[in-house]
Antibody, heavy 121, light 111 residues
Framework: QLQLQESGPGLLKPSETLSLTCSVSGDSITRNNYYWGWIRQPPGKGLEWIGSLFYSGTTFYRQSLKSRVTISIDTSKNQFSLKLTSVTAADTAIYYC?????????????WGQGTLVTVSS | QSVLTQPPSVSGAPGQRVTISCTGS?????????VHWYQRLPGTAPKLLIF???NRPSGVPDRFSGSKSVTSASLAITGLQAEDEADYFC???????????FGGGTKLTVL
């Protein structure tokens, strides 16, 4: 059974860099042509796709976040990561990692439980 | 403001049928992109409930069904059970935004 688990700091100050890791267990992150994505939910709002990565390293980002986001993969650790620079209070959210078959509206069949990141001075 | 519009809440008594709507536009659902539905029980990871408009992953009871119309989609739950109390989200793709989009979520309360 595939499992995803997010980890990283839960509290950041404005202007800092958010760094989260998603550890994948139960299968290789490079197998079967899956995409690995990050999705967040700000308090009181809906889910928001941040970006996705193919195991080869090809990335796809939300246009409005493109200048601040980097998603990368570490195949040796079976993990992928999210970096979001210059955070503000608007980046406060529950961050999820998830797996999909594509990035053009494909469904996400496995999700992590999510991790709350709060940006506050 | 989410690109896909869902009612904030719905409710129903055990055994009843409820539906949750997901309204989009001509650049997403209306453009022919698939709609998927997720269930998020309190404190747990979202679970894929319906994919590609009408399909249930293995293990999802047939009490859950999805449908799609021109610019909207619906999730129907029949034979409501207490364990169905959760948040439900719809997802599609928006050509003008160039990425996946989600609804704001609907909280289902079983009375």
């Amino acid at each position: 059974q595939l499992q995803l688990q997010e980890s990283g700091p839960g509290l950041l100050k404005p202007s800092e860099t958010l760094s989260l890791t998603c550890s994948v267990s139960g299968d290789s992150i490079t197998r079967n042509n899956y995409y690995w994505g990050w999705i967040r939910q700000p308090p009181g709002k809906g889910l928001e796709w941040i970006g996705s990565l193919f195991y080869s390293g090809t990335t796809f980002y939300r246009q409005s976040l493109k200048s601040r986001v980097t998603i990368s993969i570490d195949t040796s650790k079976n993990q992928f990561s999210l970096k979001l620079t210059s955070v503000t209070a608007a980046d406060t959210a529950i961050y999820y990692c998830a797996r999909s078959l594509g990035v053009w509206g494909d469904s996400y069949d496995y999700w992590g439980q999510g991790t709350l990141v709060t940006v506050s001075s | 403001q989410s690109v896909l519009t869902q009612p904030p809440s719905v409710s129903g008594a055990p055994g009843q049928r409820v539906t949750i709507s997901c309204t989009g536009s001509s650049s997403n659902i209306g453009a022919g992109y698939d709609v998927h539905w997720y269930q998020r029980l309190p404190g747990t990871a979202p679970k894929l409930l319906i994919f590609a408009n009408t399909n249930r992953p293995s293990g999802v009871p047939d009490r859950f069904s999805g449908s799609k119309s021109v610019t909207s989609a619906s999730l129907a739950i029949t034979g409501l059970q207490a364990e169905d109390e959760a948040d439900y989200f719809c997802q599609s793709y928006d050509a003008s935004l160039g990425g996946s989009i989600f609804g704001g979520g609907t909280k289902l309360t079983v009375l």
